[in-house]
Antibody
């Protein structure tokens, strides 16, 4: 059974940093691309970033390019999102989701990031 | 910047059929956008319904179908049920390196 469990969210001041984690189980993590998707309170979904199964290719939304870094440790079945220079508009629930044929098939339950002074 | 468009809200009667659309502010949606559709109820993570335009995800009932209608992608729900009342989001692949969600459609069953 596929499980994705996000952690690392919390309250951070504008300009600060935070690292999110996504622990995966129930499938071959090292063979799967993984995405981060976020949802601001009361708003729609926004794709954030993608990393290929081997970690060698990463893609980012323009809104986070240059500030966020997606990475993975296949030996630990864990995905990361390093978020720097955080802004109030980065406040959102952050989901990790497994890639499937240009879409997502499994989603975690999300971790909440709040950027506020 | 191209925007992915969806109806903000739609209503359907129980047992009825409804079509939600997903378009582009500039240009047409085609199979090369690999449209996918997601259902989200309040407080829950999204659930994948359709991927690659018209392939149902595992466990999704055949009341849900995806297609291309004219210059837009479409999600059709037939035999609408009360628990279909949700937000629905489409996702387009805008090239190999970018994914863009639509703004979402709130479906009301009444």
């Amino acid at each position: 059974q596929v499980h994705l469990v996000e952690s690392g969210g919390g309250l951070v001041q504008p300009g600060g940093s935070l690292r999110l984690s996504c622990a995966a189980s129930g499938f071959s993590f090292s063979r799967s691309g993984i995405h981060w998707v976020r949802q601001a309170p009361g708003k729609g979904l926004e794709w954030v970033a993608f990393i290929r199964s081997d970690g060698k290719i990463q893609y980012y939304a323009d809104s986070v390019k240059g500030r966020f870094t997606i990475s993975r440790d296949n030996s630990k079945n864990t995905l990361y999102l390093q978020m720097n220079r955080l802004r109030p508009e980065d406040t959102a629930l952050y989901y990790c989701a497994r890639d499937q044929s240009w879409s997502f098939d499994y989603w975690g339950q999300g971790t909440l990031v709040t950027v506020s002074s | 910047q191209t925007v992915v468009t969806q109806e903000p809200s739609i209503s359907v009667s129980p047992g009825g059929t409804v079509t939600l659309t997903c378009g582009l502010s500039s240009g047409s949606v085609s199979s090369s956008h690999y449209t996918s559709w997601y259902q989200q109820t309040p407080g829950q993570a999204p659930r994948t319904l359709i991927y690659s335009t018209n392939i149902r995800s595992s466990g999704v009932p055949d009341r849900f179908s995806g297609s291309i209608l004219g210059n837009q992608a479409a999600l059709t729900i037939s035999g609408a049920q009360a628990d279909d009342e949700s937000h629905y989001y489409c996702l387009l692949c805008m090239g190999y390196d970018i994914r863009v969600f639509g703004g979402g459609t709130k479906l009301t069953v009444l």
